[in-house]
Nanobody, 121 residues
Framework: QVQLVESGGGLVQPGGSLRLSCAAS????????MGWYRQAPGKEREMVAT???????NYADSVKGRFTISRDNAKNTVYLQMNSLKPEDTAVYYC???????????????WGQGTQVTVSS
């Protein structure tokens, strides 16, 4: 099992910044990629940003240039620095970990409980 705990959400004005953190704890799994997804009420969950253990990053077009994903492999922690926030960024943000069972090579995804980000004046 992999436990993911998110933090850093809150209320911010348009143009402001927030940094989200997600700490993963596991013993039987090796975490490969980690990422952030978001879901607004009535809308489908969408990928925001992902990062591999090697530092390869991918971003949704809507956040490219404004958000930066990073990770500390030793701590199994992923971060999302969000700048120039817009009202349309308002959503629940979920941390994701793509993991593999150690020595077995079996892939499995894990999700955090989510943290609310609200961008409003």
């Amino acid at each position: 099992q992999v436990q993911l705990v998110e933090s850093g959400g809150g209320l911010v004005q348009p143009g402001g910044s927030l940094r989200l953190s997600c700490a993963a704890s596991t013993s039987m799994f090796s975490i490969n990629a980690m990422g952030w997804y978001r879901q607004a009420p009535g809308k489908e969950r969408e990928m925001v940003a992902t990062i591999t253990t090697g530092g390869e990053r991918n971003y949704a077009d809507s956040v490219k240039g404004r958000f930066t994903i990073s990770r500390d492999n030793a701590k199994n922690t992923v971060y999302l620095q969000m700048n120039s926030l817009k009202p349309e960024d308002t959503a629940v943000y979920y941390c994701n970990a793509a993991a593999i069972v150690r020595y077995a090579g079996l892939p499995k995804d894990f999700w955090g409980q989510g943290t609310q980000v609200t961008v409003s004046s």
